[in-house]
Nanobody
Framework: VQVEESGGGSVQAGGSLRLSCSGP????????MGWFRQAPGQKRETIAA???????RYADSVKGRFTISKDFDKNIMTLQMNNLEPNDTAMYYC??????????????????WGPGTQVTVSS
């Protein structure tokens, strides 16, 4: 499925950003969706996922700071990022796979994702 991110940017440490991900009609409702990030020279890290039933999963690195959610009316999935740290600097990718809800977990090896949006956190 084709998805596209928006909402990246630059912020100081402690600040907030909200990323959004849009996809084909009804994809948000039916798909396992999530976010992964990758910084230069670093491994890809899945940080959050939300399944078709609304169950959420987070990596320890973002737990308590980031919130993933789905807006069915707008057909978008969002990632609210609070208390950002310089280590959060990376390219963030929205991902979506059509898999059973119980397989939508963190970590997860995504098969389709968007072009990415840059998040830069300065100290």
């Amino acid at each position: 499925v084709q998805v596209e991110e928006s909402g990246g940017g630059s912020v100081q440490a402690g600040g907030s950003l909200r990323l959004s991900c849009s996809g084909p009609t009804d994809s948000v409702r039916r798909y396992c969706m999530g976010w992964f990030r990758q910084a230069p020279g670093q491994k890809r890290e899945t940080i959050a996922a939300i399944n078709s039933e609304g169950t959420t999963r987070y990596a320890d690195s973002v737990k308590g700071r980031f919130t993933i959610s789905k807006d069915f009316d707008k057909n978008i999935m969002t990632l609210q990022m609070n208390n950002l740290e310089p280590n959060d600097t990376a390219m963030y990718y929205c991902a979506a796979d059509f898999i059973p809800a119980q397989l939508c977990v963190v970590p997860y090896r995504w098969e389709s994702w968007g072009p990415g949006t840059q998040v830069t956190v300065s100290s």
